[in-house]
């Protein structure tokens, strides 16, 4: 019960690592908002935490709008009292080469992953201020953001900016108590990522630059916001905890075995 008796916002909520950062959370003791645009999938994660001896309400939110972000915030301070841990985690992937990017997909992909990540910081860190709340705030970046990929289009780019988000609203939440960190995961086995784990190709290669040889499990990343969100981590801020499997200390790929 690492996390008992905080109120905890995700973004994203619905499904994947999403999904588990609020099941796992919950399972810590907190009160969580599902905050998500799939009302269905969110309901249906809402409802199997309260069905778990849990406290948890969805929200629906489009992480791009100011005003929903605000009013999911406000959300959360009416319905249990504060607002302690936020995790901006909705996201949108991005496939292909970068050439082959359109307009229309890098408007997209950054609204969501950048400012979306932006707006969520900066309404969440408004009411832990008024709340005068020592909070913590989670940003999700990527190994992408730092080694790049060829076959993820601007996906890249946009959790690079994440990276300096977080350590930038780090500087200016340090003052108030408030730590913003991020975590950024190796591949993961999500719907998102349903796509290149079934390519044997992209398969193989994913293997072969991760040392553990293998994508993680979401509850294996849950566990590391889990950790950042604790007091355990009340010296950490401004850095991102890479859960990768190896992959960013690995300078080329790892042997084929039988």
């Given at each position: 019960?690492?996390?008992?008796?905080?109120?905890?916002?995700?973004?994203?909520?619905?499904?994947?690592?999403?999904?588990?950062?609020?099941?796992?959370?919950?399972?810590?003791?907190?009160a969580i908002v599902v905050a998500d645009i799939l009302d269905r999938e969110g309901e249906e994660v809402t409802a199997g935490i309260k069905a778990k001896g849990g406290r948890a309400i969805?929200?629906?939110?489009?992480?791009?709008?100011?005003?929903?972000?605000?009013?999911?915030?406000?959300?959360?301070?009416?319905?249990?009292?504060?607002?302690?841990?936020?995790?901006?985690?909705?996201?949108?992937?991005?496939?292909?080469?970068?050439?082959?990017?359109?307009?229309?997909?890098?408007?997209?992909?950054?609204?969501?992953?950048?400012?979306?990540?932006?707006?969520?910081?900066?309404?969440?860190?408004?009411?832990?201020?008024?709340?005068?709340?020592?909070?913590?705030?989670?940003?999700?970046?990527?190994?992408?953001?730092?080694?790049?990929?060829?076959?993820?289009?601007?996906?890249?780019?946009?959790?690079?900016?994440?990276?300096?988000?977080?350590?930038?609203?780090?500087?200016?939440?340090?003052?108030?108590?408030?730590?913003?960190?991020?975590?950024?995961?190796?591949?993961?086995?999500?719907?998102?990522?349903?796509?290149?784990?079934?390519?044997?190709?992209?398969?193989?290669?994913?293997?072969?630059?991760?040392?553990?040889?293998?994508?993680?499990?979401?509850?294996?990343?849950?566990?590391?916001?889990?950790?950042?969100?604790?007091?355990?981590?009340?010296?950490?801020?401004?850095?991102?905890?890479?859960?990768?499997?190896?992959?960013?200390?690995?300078?080329?790929?790892?042997?084929?075995?039988?």
């Amino acid at each position: 019960m690492r996390l008992k008796d905080k109120v905890a916002v995700i973004t994203g909520a619905a499904r994947g690592i999403g999904q588990a950062y609020a099941e796992r959370f919950a399972q810590e003791g907190a009160a969580i908002v599902v905050a998500d645009i799939l009302d269905r999938e969110g309901e249906e994660v809402t409802a199997g935490i309260k069905a778990k001896g849990g406290r948890a309400i969805y929200a629906r939110c489009d992480v791009t709008s100011r005003a929903q972000v605000s009013a999911l915030m406000d959300r959360a301070v009416t319905s249990f009292g504060q607002l302690d841990i936020v995790i901006a985690n909705a996201a949108l992937p991005d496939f292909g080469d970068v050439m082959d990017v359109t307009d229309d997909t890098f408007d997209k992909v950054f609204a969501v992953n950048v400012k979306g990540t932006f707006l969520t910081d900066q309404e969440a860190a408004k009411r832990m201020i008024a709340g005068k709340r020592k909070g913590v705030i989670i940003n999700i970046a990527s190994t992408v953001a730092v080694v790049g990929d060829n076959y993820e289009g601007c996906y890249p780019a946009s959790k690079g900016a994440v990276n300096l988000l977080t350590r930038t609203f780090a500087l200016s939440m340090a003052p108030h108590g408030i730590r913003v960190v991020a975590i950024g995961p190796g591949p993961v086995k999500t719907a998102m990522m349903a796509g290149p784990l079934s390519d044997p190709v992209r398969l193989k290669g994913l293997k072969a630059r991760t040392p553990l040889g293998r994508p993680a499990e979401p509850f294996e990343i849950a566990a590391v916001a889990v950790f950042l969100a604790s007091d355990e981590a009340s010296f950490v801020t401004g850095q991102t905890y890479y859960a990768d499997g190896g992959r960013l200390a690995l300078n080329y790929v790892m042997p084929e075995t039988n």
